[in-house]
Nanobody, 123 residues
Framework: QVQLVESGGGLVQAGGSLRLSCAAS????????MGWFRQAPGKEREFVAA???????YYANAVRGRFTISEDNTKNTVYLQMSSLKPEDTAVYYC?????????????????WGQGTEVTVSS
């Protein structure tokens, strides 16, 4: 099993920045891809960004150019640097880890999930 704990959420004004962190523990060697998803009130959970062990990155169109996903393997931590934040980025952000057997762009591609961290962007 892999345990994921997110941190770094909070309240920020539009145009501001936040960095989310996801600390992984347990059988981390079993994860090939790490991703971030978000779920706004009343909406489905959606893909935000992902990074594979090979270093490939993927972004949703809505965040490309504003968000950057990265990882520090020495700390088993994945980051999501969010800049130029908009009110529509308001959501609970979830970290996820997958074995890499399915697309990194969909929820089904992930086996482990964190509890989420809330991000609120005020206008």
């Amino acid at each position: 099993q892999v345990q994921l704990v997110e941190s770094g959420g909070g309240l920020v004004q539009a145009g501001g920045s936040l960095r989310l962190s996801c600390a992984a523990s347990g059988r981390t060697f079993s994860t090939y891809v790490m991703g971030w998803f978000r779920q706004a009130p009343g909406k489905e959970r959606e893909f935000v960004a992902a990074i594979t062990r090979a270093g490939s990155t993927y972004y949703a169109n809505a965040v490309r150019g504003r968000f950057t996903i990265s990882e520090d393997n020495t700390k088993n931590t994945v980051y999501l640097q969010m800049s130029s934040l908009k009110p529509e980025d308001t959501a609970v952000y979830y970290c996820a880890g997958g074995h890499g057997r399915s697309s990194p762009l969909i929820r089904g591609g992930y086996n482990y999930w964190g509890q989420g961290t809330e991000v609120t962007v005020s206008s």
